[in-house]
């Protein structure tokens, strides 16, 4: 018996979904959500995905990161949304079996081109609203195949693994402890924390 897909979500579908999530619409989230859908394609997968099988790498949050989990099914919570902030409208979209990879990004001079076709009397705002929903994928983004050169199965880990920092005694998840010296200890307490106490 041959499995029967069902249809790709449209794109009306999913920022209807997104806006609910974001209390409105916006042009990131546009691209966010237009970005998964052609990642779809690029790695030949149906999206939104409900299993595991897809790990999305995004380079800014907010808006654009509601847009591409709609459309990818990729969430924080799920583990198969991570946030690697580099401060930029783009992702990379793996295939966790097998590693292969795409990067979209929004073509370098795609806002300057918006901007310069706008008609007369229309808002920025409005003009990208309007573009980044009609304009061909081509126009929109770039898709880059690459090769990660970070440890995908150490970013994805083993779920359920614990351990006890020496340290600070708290728990430490998803094997993210560090071991120096024979000690377990977690990142905040061999320096690589981001508050201190006051």
Same mark, same amino acid.
């Not at 990067?103 to 929004?106: D, G, H, K, T």
């Not at 090769?147 to 199965?153: G, I």
């Given at each position: 018996m041959?499995?029967?897909?069902?249809?790709?979500?449209?794109?009306?579908?999913?920022l209807a979904?997104?806006?609910? $999530?974001?209390?409105?619409?916006?042009?990131?989230? =546009?691209?966010? /959500? +237009?970005?998964?859908? #052609?990642?779809? +394609?690029?790695? @030949?997968?149906a *999206?939104?995905?409900t299993?595991k099988k897809l790990? =999305? #790498?995004?380079?800014?949050?907010?808006c654009f990161?509601?847009?591409?989990? *709609?459309?990818t099914?990729?969430?924080?919570?799920?583990?198969?949304l991570r946030l690697l @902030?580099h401060?930029? =409208?783009?992702?990379?979209?793996?295939? *966790?079996r097998?590693?292969? /990879?795409v990067?979209? /990004?929004?073509r370098?001079? #795609?806002?300057?081109? =918006?901007?310069?076709?706008r008609? @007369?009397?229309?808002?920025?705002?409005?003009a990208?609203?309007d573009a980044y929903?009609?304009w061909?994928d081509?126009? $929109?983004?770039t898709v880059?195949?690459v090769? $990660?050169?970070?440890? #995908?199965?150490a970013?994805i880990?083993v779920?359920g693994?614990r351990?006890?920092?020496?340290?600070?005694?708290e728990?430490i998840i998803?094997? +993210?402890e560090?071991r120096?010296?024979?000690?377990?200890l977690?990142r @905040?307490? *061999?320096?690589?924390?981001?508050?201190?106490p006051?």
């Open positions: 041959t499995a029967v897909l069902a249809p790709a979500p449209r794109l009306d579908e999913l979904l997104s806006a609910a $999530l974001h209390r409105h619409l916006c042009p990131r989230q =546009v691209l966010g /959500a +237009r970005m998964g859908l #052609l990642a779809g +394609r690029a790695l @030949d997968m *999206v939104p995905r299993d790990m =999305v #790498l995004a380079e800014t949050d907010g990161a509601d847009g591409l989990s *709609v459309a099914g990729c969430w924080l919570g799920r583990r198969t @902030d401060g930029k =409208v783009a992702a990379t979209f793996v295939e *966790v097998s590693g292969q /990879a990067r979209i /990004a929004p370098t001079d #795609l806002r300057a081109r =918006v901007r310069a076709g008609a @007369d009397g229309q808002k920025r705002w409005d990208y609203m929903q009609t061909s081509e126009a $929109l983004f880059t195949p090769r $990660l050169t970070l440890d #995908l199965a970013v880990s779920n693994k351990a006890i920092c020496g340290g600070c005694g728990e998803n094997e +993210r560090v120096r010296d024979g000690a377990v977690c @905040d307490c *061999v320096g690589e924390g981001y508050w201190q006051r």
